[in-house]
Structures are given as structure tokens and as C-alpha cells.
């Protein structure tokens, strides 16, 4: 247990709705969130735009030198800066989705995202959501939630999220990025997704967005009471 700041890893698969619960987690309890998937997306987009060929190790690492990510706090949102250009849209874009898995599986992206991550949290009370976070970030947070989902409920979120954006998209095509996603997240060598053994499982599919505020807010007081924050 940490004594200075009090860290809430969020973790699981894509659209399961951590970000959401993340956002008003932090909200209520008046702690930084940070979405450590919008960091690796932010690369990716610089990845893309760039052509960096993933399997070129020096190339890779002079892309990682010339990265800079700031996450900034704007009202209920936060924006995403990639070399101070605000980019928190276009990461959200189908064609960063179907390649950001690819770039979050090599090894020294992982190493600067986890390192950025690490100092983020360094110093404050923080919700970050992610897929690694409970095991690799902060293998000592204070709690721990993984978060699941039905398969349906995680591709219809999705859908609705792109299509409220504007973006045309297929329910098929949501659906295969999901799946697609789920395999490289799961199955790559460094810091797969893995729920933390210490981690409390909150289904979405079973709970309504307030009952899970409710849930994950129980456990912090019942943290509290007990004198560890
Ligand atoms: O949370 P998201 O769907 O925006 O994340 C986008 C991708 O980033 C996800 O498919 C895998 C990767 N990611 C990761 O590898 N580790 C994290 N801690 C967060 C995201």
C-alpha cells in the first residue's frame, strides 16, 4: 500500500467501459484520470504517420525519441498531446484501432509507456485504466478492478461510439477489431492482459454504470475505515 497517493488500476478488454468508470471514479473522488490506452494510440498515430517499421529496432527507438505525449485536463475530458498537437480525436479512428495492438506488443514501446506511466502516478491519487496496469505499471495499487463484458455488449458499445462519431463502420468490422484486438492483447509476450490476482471483477454486462461507481466506491471507503488510506 502506498502512503503518499492512492493508485486505481483499471484493467481489461477493450470496450468493456474502464475508461467510463475510470472517468467517474475520478470525478467523484476528485483523482487524476489517466487512459494509458490513449498513449499507445497516440504512438500508433505517429507511428503510422511516420511509417515506422515495426520491425526495426533503431527506427522504433529514434520514433520513441522524438514522441512526446502530455495529457491534459479540459473540463470532464482530457486532451491528448502528441508533440503538443491535440490528437485526442483522430487516435479514437478506426484505422489507429487497427493497428495500435501491433505497435503496443513491441517491447520498447511498452518500456517508455510504462516508464511515462510510472511518473504520472508518481506523486498523485490517480485512476489510470489500461491492460497492464494492476500487474506491470502498479503491481502495488491500492485497488485493483478488471473489468468484463459480453462480447455483444463490448462490439455494440464500440459500434455506438464510432458512429456517434461519424465514422462509417460495420458492426462485422467492430466485431473483428475487437476479436483481433483481444488476441494480440492477450497472447504478447511483454505485459500481456492478465487480471491481477488481487483484482475485483466487475462484469458490465451485469451492472449498471451507477452500481459499478457504487461498487468500486465501497471498496475504497471500506479501504479507508480500515485506516490504509
Ligand atoms: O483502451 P484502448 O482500447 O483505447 O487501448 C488501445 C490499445 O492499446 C489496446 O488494444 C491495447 C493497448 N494498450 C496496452 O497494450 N496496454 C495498456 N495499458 C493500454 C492499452
Known amino acids: ?18 475508461s467510463t468508470l475510470a472517468k467517474a471514479l475520478a470525478k467523484e473522488l476528485e483523482f487524476v484520470f489517466i487512459d494509458s490506452g490513449a498513449m499507445y494510440r497516440a504512438v500508433t498515430l505517429y507511428f503510422i504517420r511516420e511509417r515506422v517499421d515495426l520491425q526495426s529496432e533503431q527506427a522504433v527507438l529514434q520514433a520513441l525519441e522524438s514522441i512526446h505525449i502530455d495529457l491534459v485536463p479540459n473540463g470532464q475530458t482530457v486532451q491528448i498531446l502528441l508533440n503538443e498537437e491535440d490528437v485526442s480525436e483522430e487516435i479514437r479512428l478506426m484505422y489507429v484501432s487497427d493497428f495500435v495492438s501491433e505497435v503496443s506488443a513491441v517491447k520498447a514501446v511498452r518500456q517508455a509507456m510504462v516508464a511515462q506511466q510510472q511518473k504520472l502516478g508518481g506523486r498523485r491519487n490517480i ?32 459500434f455506438a461510439e464510432l458512429m456517434a462519431k461519424g465514422e462509417t463502420v460495420t458492426m462485422e468490422e467492430v466485431r473483428d477489431n475487437l476479436a483481433h484486438r483481444d488476441h494480440i492483447d492477450s497472447t504478447r509476450q511483454e505485459s500481456p492482459l492478465r487480471q491481477a490476482q488481487d483484482a475485483i471483477v466487475l462484469d458490465n454486462s451485469k ?23
Not at 502495488?140 to 463490448?154: C, G, H, Q, Y
Not at 451492472?207 to 488510506?229: H, M, R, W
Open 207 to 229: 451492472f449498471t454504470q451507477e452500481e459499478q461507481l457504487k461498487i468500486v466506491i465501497d471498496a475504497y471507503n471500506q479501504l479507508k475505515i480500515k485506516g490504509s488510506v
Open 1 to 18: 500500500m502506498s502512503t503518499s497517493n492512492f493508485i486505481i488500476a483499471i484493467d481489461g478488454f477493450s470496450s468493456c467501459g474502464k
Open 127 to 158: 485512476v489510470m485504466d489500461g491492460r497492464d496496469i494492476g500487474t506491470t505499471v502498479f503491481p502495488n495499487a491500492d485497488l485493483k478492478i478488471f473489468m468484463t463484458a459480453s462480447p455483444s455488449v463490448r462490439a455494440e458499445r464500440r
